[in-house]
């Protein structure tokens, strides 16, 4: 079963992906340690150019930032969407129109990867 959303405390390990209700939008956590949201056959965004082996994944903390960590435990790229802004109540989702937001009852990030 696929899942659209990432809530408090759980993490997308490399090599996994989300996947919008509809099934046409990926977020997927890449082997080459980048976030990237994929659909219509192509990437359409990434969180970063650099290349590493050494990422576990990313987790949807309870202070309400999306991180992602090295397998040693050091973070390596986040949301900065931490309390005061975020907390546990924050869920990511991947939506049917492209974008992959993280909510705290309204959005509070975005990949602003929505379909034209």
């Not at 405390?9 to 949201?37: C, H, R, Y």
Request: hydrophobic residues 25%; glycine residues 14%.
């Amino acid at each position: 079963m696929s899942h659209s959303t990432l809530g408090n405390g759980e993490w997308l390990l490399t090599g996994n992906s989300l996947w919008s209700p509809d099934g046409s939008v990926e977020f997927k956590m890449q082997g080459d340690g980048k976030i990237a949201v994929y659909w219509g056959g192509k990437c359409q965004w990434q969180n970063t150019p650099e290349q590493t082996n050494n990422i576990k994944g990313i987790n949807m903390q309870s202070d309400g930032n999306l991180c992602m960590y090295d397998k040693g435990g050091k973070p390596t790229w986040h949301t900065n969407t931490a309390g005061p802004t975020g907390d546990s109540t924050c869920i990511v989702t991947v939506q049917n129109d492209g974008n992959v937001v993280v909510y705290r009852g309204t959005p509070i990030w975005a990949s602003n990867t929505q379909k034209k």
